[in-house]
């Protein structure tokens, strides 16, 4: 019952091995639910446009703009859903959207 | 030492939560359950005990309250009757699949309608299939025990299920009988403290709870939980057993009554049996071989002890007070039945619903019953199954 | 069963029928008794007609149905008589009681006596004068003590004396006022002789 990870719950998990009632008894394992490849579109960012005005990281519905020391960094990739929400919020086009071709 | 005493039921109810000292109880009251949580906020507001009583605006809101409640870690409780239950229904359902030992006073009532606030199980049974374990309760005696032992039994770790604990409103709710209590100190050490396997408060480790199961984890979910009550009936055998050496009161999953060579034989639940061991006494006064079987445990129902048990009767009664609208009878019935079903040899049996309503049922309807079966015996023939009892034709 | 007494307590809403049907039980709880006390429910109203019963037995009671065949019936408002059948079912040789200003042999006449006992009592009066309110129940309640014996007049006013300080704890003249009329009562009840 007491998984560090939530790993090893997966489709091929038994009745028996399975956590009672569905409970998740680690926190922040919702990072280990890739999501990436739900896009269809990409959030491309232009660092040298980017001022660091910080409008983008808030607005975004997953997390995926990483901030660290008062600066936003690369995409997260592996969670963003390509919602555009983040292109729509920039005021220096320092975000592009584009198809995404992976 | 044993202390003598006298009270209804639902002060008894009131009294086993106030010695169990809950962290939370959250309820709306509703007729005939309302004593309980007024009770109960006397107790508070005397700091009598430490809970954190939760007032809300329904039932559906105090089974919620009480879902989160035991999710966060506290020892939670409610009461409720009749429409309360019914408007709790949908998180009945979300209490046991997401295994939390919630406890709930459930004083029966009938549903409506037309509305009616007397006694029958329409409720409780209505609710039979939610996951909750259900204990039944002849009188106050067994209300207050059953309550402490629900405790245990819900927190068990290999239950983790709620539990309700039944009684027959007003008949037994605002009775007043003698009761044996026990002392404050022997509850508070029956039921230890509560120390969840894991709770949304704990901050060492973390949890969360309730998510989204797709296709894909649903029914590995709902098989686990099905074991989980299967395993309830060793665990509450062995509450049981502990409950006795404390109190001297025994208790199994259900009460077999002058069964050792009973040939007519009845099945019963709640305040009625205690009226049907009456009739059964007088009938083997009479040199009849009558005998009673009263159910305490109905969720699980304890198939395989059941059949074992009226394997040597020669016809058999099934007293139902609730309907099932299944048009061959009642719950109790059907649970019986299909129990016997495995049997190379099954007794003929017949089915009576009865006290709808909180329509009384008397010594004389009960040895009414065992005439009906006295006739099946000498004839051999069972003619309709699916009776009624106490019915104005 | 054998030494079972059953009592039915017929009154009106807000009479008190309830409570003192239940106060016998705890009564004769306090003499060790095994009991049961329990209206008939419903939708209440004050003034409706209910019923209340009380069981008391030296051994445990497991019946738990309405009583059919009361060894006495406690009629706490007499006006009930012409609504409700209060003697059906009374045993024979059993005891109503009825709290009235008339003679014995006019309630006699209403009741077309049968082969029971009736016993009178002015209830009224008696609360009244002790509480200067109209709660007849405590008296029916001394009245039906006397009566059927159950307990002696001293354990049962000791006993009283004891709940009413619990029940009345801040109000020391309603429990005296109570504690008059319940020994007025065990006087003041009469037997009826043709």
Same mark, same amino acid.
């Given at each position: 019952m007491k998984n560090k990870s939530v790993s090893h719950i997966n489709e091929k998990i038994n009745w028996k091995d399975i956590t009672p009632g569905g409970?998740?008894?680690?926190? +922040? #394992?919702?990072?280990?639910?890739?999501? +990436?490849?739900?896009?269809t579109m990409r959030p491309q960012w232009i660092q040298e446009k980017c001022k660091q005005c910080l409008l983008c990281a808030p607005v975004c519905p997953d997390s995926s703009i990483p901030v660290q020391s008062k600066q936003r960094e690369e995409f997260d990739y592996d969670h963003c859903k390509g919602c555009g929400v983040c292109f729509k919020a920039c005021p220096f086009e320092a975000i592009e959207y584009i198809k995404e071709t992976k | 030492m044993p202390i003598r005493d006298r009270m209804s039921g639902n002060e008894a109810v009131a009294l086993a939560m106030k010695q169990i000292n809950p962290d939370v109880l959250a309820a709306f009251p509703i007729t005939? #359950?309302?004593e309980i949580p007024q009770i109960f906020s006397q107790y508070v507001s005397d700091q009598q005990v430490d809970s954190e009583l939760i007032l809300v605006e329904s039932e559906h809101s105090a089974m919620s309250a009480c879902i989160g409640s035991q999710s966060a870690g506290a020892r939670t409780m409610t009461a409720t009757s009749s429409a309360g239950l019914a408007l709790m229904w949908e998180m009945l359902y979300v209490a046991a699949s997401n295994r939390l030992p919630i406890t709930m006073a459930v004083v029966n009532r009938a549903l409506s309608g037309p509305i009616n606030i007397n006694a029958d199980h329409s409720d409780s049974m209505g609710a039979r299939d939610s996951g909750w374990i259900q204990i039944y309760s002849e009188n106050n005696q067994e209300a207050y025990d059953n309550y402490i032992q629900a405790v245990r039994i819900a927190e068990h770790p290999e239950v983790q299920l709620p539990v309700m604990v039944c009684q027959d409103g007003f008949i037994t709710s605002h009775s007043i009988e003698n009761i044996e209590l026990l002392e404050d100190e022997s509850v508070k050490s029956f039921v230890s403290d509560y120390s969840p396997a894991f709770s949304l408060l704990n901050s060492e480790e973390y949890a969360a709870v309730g998510p989204y199961d797709s296709p894909a984890y649903y029914m590995e979910h709902k098989r686990q939980q099905a074991e989980a009550m299967k395993k309830s009936l060793s665990a509450i055998r062995e509450v049981s057993r502990a409950f006795e050496s404390l109190s001297g009161r025994k208790y199994d999953l259900f009460e077999s009554y002058r069964m050792e060579d009973a040939e007519l034989a009845i099945v019963i639940v709640n305040s009625a049996a205690g009226t049907a061991k009456e009739a059964v006494d007088r009938l083997r006064k009479q040199g009849k071989k009558a005998g009673l079987v009263k159910i305490r445990v109905f969720r699980p129902f304890p198939h395989e002890q059941i059949a074992a048990a009226l394997s040597k009767v020669k016809v058999l009664g099934i007293l139902d007070r609730s309907e099932s609208f299944s048009s061959i009878g009642g719950p109790l019935f059907a649970e019986i039945r299909a129990a016997l079903y495995p049997a190379a040899e099954r007794p003929p049996a017949v089915n009576y619903i009865y006290g709808l309503g909180g329509r009384d049922v008397t010594i004389d309807h009960i040895e009414s019953v065992f005439a009906d079966l006295e006739k099946i015996q000498s004839t051999n023939e069972t003619g309709q199954e699916y009776r009624y009892l106490g019915l104005r034709e | 069963m054998e030494n079972m007494m059953e009592v039915r307590w017929h009154g009106r809403g807000g009479q008190g029928a309830k409570t003192a049907a239940l106060l016998l039980a705890d009564a004769a709880f306090n003499t060790g008794k095994y009991v049961q006390g329990f209206p008939e429910y419903g939708p209440e109203r004050m003034g409706a007609p209910i019923t209340a019963y009380t069981r008391i037995s030296s051994e445990p009671i497991r019946i738990h149905s309405n009583i059919y065949e009361p060894d006495y019936v406690v009629v706490v408002d007499e006006t009930l008589i012409d609504v409700v059948e209060v003697t059906k079912g009374l045993k024979p040789g059993g005891a109503v009681l009825v709290n009235t200003q008339r003679s014995g042999e006019a309630v006699r006449k209403q009741l077309k006596h049968q082969d029971f006992e009736i016993y009178t009592i002015d209830a009224q009066k008696i609360s009244l004068e002790t509480l200067g309110k109209n709660f007849p129940n405590t008296p029916m309640l001394g009245a039906v003590v006397k009566v059927s014996g159950i307990i002696g007049d001293e354990d049962f006013i000791q006993s009283m004396e004891e709940s009413f300080q619990h029940k009345f704890a801040s109000k020391e003249d309603v429990k005296e006022g109570n504690m008059q009329a319940l020994k007025r009562s065990l006087q003041e009840v009469v037997k009826y002789e043709e």
């Open positions: 409970v998740i008894t680690v926190s +922040g #394992s919702a990072d280990e639910f890739k999501t +990436g490849d739900w896009r | 005939p #359950s309302t | -």
